[in-house]
């Protein structure tokens, strides 16, 4: 009977310290240094407009030939507007970026943009703190932005001539991040 009670106490005490011990690793892990699961791994296909020319639809073809920056952003991500100035120094040296633009205001419970709006603050944005992009994809849907596995903006992917992941990070892309994590790969691409 003693035997009984110690295993009643035991295993629900067990159960627990392994769970919490779940949580918390999740709790205090950085999704930051995660291995993403897209590197080294060809580009989701993909048919999206350009969000400044709705007509005209780019795929995932139109990403090959030379190596280039993935940056996933959007003119409401506080991030991403710290990191524009940057990006388009990046491109003043030649890097080629492209954006994949997505919108935080499209469901109508929360007062949905138009289009019109869209383009307007992408505009406005880009004029006010410099424009790094050669063009920006519309993930409308934020389908594609799944596919890659993105978790928020800003993120960047970069990207070999071949259309394979080579990195991809979270969060802004400043003069640090460049130097230590994407230059020396980009440097192999070329």
């Known amino acids: 009977m003693l035997n009984n009670k110690r295993l009643l106490f035991i295993l629900p ?19 930051r240094y995660e291995v993403s699961t897209t590197v080294d791994k060809p580009l989701p296909p993909f048919a999206l407009p350009d969000v400044m020319e709705p007509n005209k639809i780019i795929t995932q073809n139109d990403l090959l030939g030379e190596p ?7 003119t409401w991500c506080v991030t991403c507007a710290i990191e524009l100035p940057y990006l388009t120094s990046l491109r003043v040296d030649g890097i080629k970026i492209v954006g994949l633009y997505i919108e935080q205001d499209l469901d109508p419970d929360f ?9 307007q603050d992408i505009f406005t944005t880009l004029s006010r703190l410099g424009n790094p992009y050669s063009f920006n994809i519309f993930d409308q849907q934020r389908d594609y932005s799944l596919d890659l596995g993105v978790t928020g903006a800003p993120e960047t992917f970069l990207v070999d001539a071949q259309g394979i992941v080579r990195v991809h990070h979270v969060g802004d892309l400043n003069e640090m991040v460049w130097k230590n994590k994407f230059e020396p790969i980009y440097a192999t691409l070329n």
Not at 111 to 119: D, V
């Open 13 to 31: 005490l067990t159960a627990f310290l392994l769970l919490s011990s779940f949580l918390l690793s999740g709790l205090f892990s950085e999704p």
């Open 68 to 74: 280039l920056l993935l940056n996933v952003w959007g």
């Open 111 to 119: 007062g949905a943009k138009g289009l019109t709006e869209i383009q």
